[in-house]
């Protein structure tokens, strides 16, 4: 769930208490289906952090609302991300990898904005965590997508090797 309270309309002071009200009841919808929710931190100024978004999920009181975090958005805000991450432990459901500047949250290279991904999967590491990582690309109708992505997924399969934290890609398939 990304954390804007409202993306295309203009702020009013009622838009928190909704979103909160909107997630409560998306919970009870996860539960019956026994499904996870994850509030993504973005960029702008509304769940822009971990612990923004851990208050919100506390409010909400449900095991199926945790946090889904975006490494990027968290730099991007100039945030601690280790520390951030470590607010964070144990209610954080997948992970979410792009690379940014400051007030430039999207298309920016992996690997050459100023989101410092050896720390934060050091930390990650240090928790022991395990889950779901993806990889944001934003290569629109560049030529050489392919390229890019083949670069970027290198790139963050390296961070994950040197910090420690298994890469799998999936279930083996069976004949």
Sequence with gaps: MAG???YYEDPDPGQRERYVDSLAQAAQYAAQAGIMLGI???DGNDVTSITKGLEICDEV???WLTMYPDIGNLAEQQLDTTAELHAGQGRMLAIHVKDVLPGEPR???LGSGSADFPAA???LARQRWSGRMMLEMWND?????NHICVDARRRLTGWLDEAGI???DGPERRS
């Design 4 to 6: 804007y309270y409202a």
């Design 40 to 42: 993504e931190n973005v």
């Design 61 to 63: 009181h449900s095991a």
């Design 107 to 109: 298309r920016i290279p």
């Design 121 to 123: 999967f050091g930390e």
């Design 141 to 145: 109708d560049s030529p050489d997508s």
């Design 166 to 168: 298994a890469v799998s």
